[in-house]
């Protein structure tokens, strides 16, 4: 696995199969995994955020989650060559759970919303024990949210409250959590639950999904504009470092 940095954000370059592939020697050896998605908005927001970066930098999956990063990639001569999308990923995942008989945690979303993804689960993956799940609106503190997943002993913990929420939850409780396997999935339980539509497969086709959810959703409109600064910022970024190994 190579790994690559886009305005200083490291971004592994990795496939589906290669993620999976990876998974049952950390359960074997009880090492923490933890698979974060890498975006064009996080990469432009991640300055803000120093225990994001030293997250990104510690954390052992650095998934490129964006067809924005995939071609600053491409134009600058790396290797990463598809996006690995962070809810097939976690659909991927959800299959080998099933298979293998594991057992997840989910952390985040509306409870409405995680209550419908808990029960798509069920449904979808009946091998896997759902050993608890807490909303991302829970009036727990951090510290009671970590007593619980610690008592629950689950083997994945998927932490879905957007970003910077859930990078720097992690950041802040990933040492103290008794989990093997940890994945940030941002929106990932409003699609599972069937609350929020992927985009038609054009769109993903095209690499256009980005811009379908942003026209869909007045307040990502903004994201509109992240695609192209984000490309001109990285391109800049790598000019000056080209000679940087
Ligand atoms: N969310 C949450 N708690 C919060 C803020 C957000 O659980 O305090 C959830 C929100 O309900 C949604 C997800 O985090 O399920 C964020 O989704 P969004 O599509 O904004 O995130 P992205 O995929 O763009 O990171």
Same mark, same amino acid.
């Given at each position: 696995m190579k790994t690559e940095q886009i305005l200083g954000i490291p971004v592994d370059n990795l496939t589906y199969d290669e993620v999976l592939a990876d998974i049952p020697q950390y359960i074997e050896q009880k090492t923490k995994m933890s698979i974060l998605s890498v975006n064009p908005q996080i990469v432009l927001d991640a300055n803000q955020y120093p225990e994001i970066i030293t997250l990104l930098h510690n954390s052992t999956h650095r998934i490129p989650d964006g067809i924005g990063v995939v071609m600053v990639s491409k134009l600058t001569g790396g290797a990463i060559k598809e996006r690995v999308a962070g809810f097939d990923l976690m659909m991927e995942i959800l299959a &080998?759970?099933? %298979?293998?008989?594991?057992? =997840?945690?989910? &952390?985040?979303?509306?409870?409405?919303?995680l209550n %419908?993804?808990? #029960?798509?689960v069920e449904s979808k993956f009946p091998n896997i024990r759902i050993a608890g799940a807490i909303d991302g609106y829970t009036k727990l503190i951090d510290e009671e949210v970590v007593d619980? =997943? #610690?008592?629950a002993k689950p083997d994945f913990l998927f932490v879905a409250l957007g970003f910077? %929420?859930?990078e720097l939850w992690l950041s802040r409780h990933i040492n103290q959590l008794d989990v093997n396997v940890f994945q940030d999935v941002g929106g990932s339980f409003d699609v599972l639950s069937g609350q929020v539509k992927r985009a038609p497969k054009m769109f =993903?086709?095209?690499?256009?999904?980005?811009l379908y959810r942003s026209l869909r #959703?007045?307040?990502? =409109?903004g994201r509109i504009f992240q695609l192209p600064i984000f490309l001109i910022k990285s391109l800049h970024w790598k000019v000056r470092h080209r000679h940087d190994r």
């Open positions: &080998y759970a099933d %298979k293998s008989e594991h057992s =997840i945690f989910l &952390y985040g979303a509306h409870p409405d919303v %419908k993804a808990v #029960n798509q619980m =997943i #610690n008592q910077p %929420k859930q =993903i086709d095209l690499h256009l999904e980005w #959703n007045p307040s990502r =409109i």
